[in-house]
């Protein structure tokens, strides 16, 4: 079957699943969620189209970690000195101070796969990346790509796992760094084995539905072509 490339990088990224109030979590590769959302905002879906949105989420997802990036804490406050008062969501004033935990990973680039049966699909969505409707994030609306999302040759006419196996290194190698030997590969399974997460989107984005698939790790052998894919 046919699969879809794309090239997460950025120097935050934050793939969260269980945020709650004002702490906000970040997995440690993109969600199934926040793949689609940012597909969704290339091709121009509302957060209410479901009909739209749900062909997306029937694609099988893959994320290789070319560079896994470090986790970090962006530790935020709203209203916390002396004299503040901040609007609440109901609109009345307040004097408490808000204090928010926001995590994130740093300095990450994830090779993203998303296979399906239909290659004229996956083609349209590939044109979009291109030249997306609403701009794109990396987990959160400030979190912006550093290197363009859409990859030349994108859309490949093989399986998920072997395209991610032999596609070239995307993490530009830096004077001080060794490439790694073996890179860690995450596979969505039918078997019910591997990693329960709960971001299979079940609604629109406006509704917030999600149910759980199950994900599979491994490390698989280091491309043996180490070269910066084309923009």
């Not at 109030?21 to 209410?48: C, H, N, W, Y």
């Not at 190698?173 to 709960?198: A, Q, Y």
Request: net charge neutral; hydrophobic share 40%; aromatic share 8%.
């Amino acid at each position: 079957m046919p699969t879809l490339l794309l090239r997460l990088v950025g120097p935050m990224q934050s793939w969260g699943t269980t945020s709650r109030f004002d702490q906000r979590d970040t997995g440690k590769e993109p969600s199934k969620s926040g793949v689609i959302g940012l597909l969704a905002a290339a091709m121009g879906i509302d957060r209410e189209n479901w009909p739209d949105l749900e062909p997306l989420t029937r694609l099988a997802l893959g994320v290789r970690h070319d560079r896994p990036g470090v986790p970090k804490r962006d530790y935020q406050t709203a209203g916390c000195a002396t004299g503040d008062t901040i609007i609440k969501a109901d609109g009345k004033p307040s004097k408490d101070g808000v204090v928010s935990q926001r995590f994130y990973l740093a300095d990450a680039a994830f090779l993203v796969g998303l296979e399906g049966d239909d290659r004229v699909f996956l083609e349209k969505v590939h044109a979009a990346l291109r030249n997306p409707v609403w701009p794109l994030a990396l987990g959160r609306k400030s979190y912006v790509p550093s290197e363009q999302v859409w990859l030349e040759d994108g859309v490949q006419d093989a399986p998920l796992r072997e395209v991610l196996a032999r596609w070239p290194w995307i993490a530009s190698p830096r004077k001080w760094e060794e490439p790694p030997e073996k890179l860690l590969v995450s596979f969505e399974t039918e078997d019910g084995s591997g990693v329960l997460k709960v971001d299979q989107p079940l609604s629109s984005f406006a509704e917030r539905r999600f149910g759980t698939r199950f994900v599979r790790s491994e490390w698989i052998a280091f491309p043996q072509e180490v070269a910066h894919v084309p923009a």
